[in-house]
């Protein structure tokens, strides 16, 4: 059984090509989906900025960024609304799921 997620974009390999820019900006119905998954009073705004590219010499992709939001919060200790402003950029490096020393899930099972 896998987990639900509430929100997600997919982008395939061969769409990054020599590189892949996206702005992602859920809609209000799918921030309040993010919002629950993260115990939140409220995400009033979130958008993330994405750069994927390749990386040289390896089969690898460099994924960098900046996610901005406004959110909502439940303060721990008097349970009042606590808004916090979220600006901060990210850089990750991708590697792909199979490689030739690593057998497919597929051919893992018993026929």
Not at 84 to 107: G, K, M, N, Y
Request: aromatic content about 4%; glycine content about 4%; proline content about 7%.
């Amino acid at each position: 059984m896998s987990a639900s997620l509430p929100y997600s974009e997919t982008v395939r390999v061969n769409q990054i090509g020599a590189g892949l820019s996206r702005r992602l900006e859920p809609d209000a119905e799918a921030r309040q989906r993010i919002a629950r998954a993260l115990d939140l009073q409220g995400l009033d705004a979130f958008a993330v900025e994405i750069e994927v590219k390749p990386t040289p010499s390896s089969s690898e992709w460099t994924m960098k960024g900046r996610v901005t939001a406004h959110a909502i919060q439940t303060c721990g200790l008097t349970l009042e609304p606590l808004p916090v402003e979220v600006d901060r950029c990210f850089s990750i490096q991708l590697a792909d799921a199979w490689s030739p020393t690593r057998r497919r899930v597929s051919e893992l099972r018993a026929p």
